[in-house]
């Protein structure tokens, strides 16, 4: 009687166990195929730096952009996301952060003449940083988001408009001369004007 119970206890800890490995499994790969797809697929981004100097920033932007090289690093390095074309205008909910984005495209032609230099939009950080969180193998807690967005969010306004909107341009305009040269294939389905 009790050999039978030993017995089923094992079959039972075996059978448990093999479904645990197997679900295990089936979320790796599914996280692997997004990180292929990730390195599989270059952006011009990743041809830049991945550290940034974050020292003059607010308190909650250093902690996202910890929170970035941590988490945001598992598919691709920061460098996608550190020199990325998107700027997200300022306002304190999502209406505000449209009509500031208008307002600054209305102020400033050249914003939208170029769109892989400034892809300015209201939300566009807070829908990437959504959209990364959604991916499968993606590590970023909600907490984590926050500060990230709130990162990207000041950084782009920071790095990308006013003062530095030259030295932006020159950079991406770069970046993006060098990415045609190594993936010229890569290059004409993103970044050719005419599609
Ligand atoms: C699970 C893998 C994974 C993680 C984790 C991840 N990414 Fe990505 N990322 C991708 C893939 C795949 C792409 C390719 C385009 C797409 O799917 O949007 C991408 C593309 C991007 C792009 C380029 C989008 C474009 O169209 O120009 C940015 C910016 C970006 N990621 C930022 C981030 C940020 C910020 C984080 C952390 C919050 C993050 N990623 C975490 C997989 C990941």
């Known amino acids: 009687m009790k050999k039978t119970y030993a017995i089923f206890v094992t079959l039972a800890l075996l059978a448990g166990g093999s479904y645990v490995v197997r679900a295990g499994e089936a979320a790796k790969s599914a996280a692997e ?3 292929e797809k990730a ?10 730096p ?8 607010s308190k909650e932007a250093q902690a996202g952009y910890k929170a970035l090289q941590n988490r945001c690093t598992a598919c691709h390095t920061a460098s996608r996301p550190l020199n990325s074309q998107f700027v997200e205008a300022d306002g304190k909910d999502s209406a505000a952060r449209d009509a500031a984005a208008a307002k600054l495209l209305k102020e400033d032609p050249q914003l939208g003449k170029h769109k892989f ?6 939300g566009i950080w807070q829908r990437y940083v959504k959209r990364m969180m959604n991916k499968p193998g993606c590590t970023v ?9 709130a990162f990207l969010s000041q950084d782009s306004r920071k790095r990308k408009l006013g003062e530095n909107k030259a030295s932006w341009k020159a950079h991406r305009e770069k970046l993006l001369a060098d990415f045609k ?14 599609h």
């Not at 390195?39 to 830049?48: C, H, I, R, S, V």
């Not at 807690?141 to 967005?149: S, V």
Request: glycine residues 8%; charged residues 35%; without cysteine.
């Open 33 to 35: 195929l997004e990180k």
């Open 39 to 48: 390195m599989k697929e270059p952006f011009a981004n990743d041809l830049g």
């Open 50 to 57: 991945d550290k940034l100097d974050v020292s003059g920033y």
């Open 117 to 122: 230099v400034w892809q300015l939009e209201g």
């Open 141 to 149: 807690t909600p907490a984590d988001g926050k500060q990230i967005w």
């Open 181 to 194: 040269v190594k993936f010229p294939k890569r290059y004409e389905e993103l970044y050719n004007e005419k």
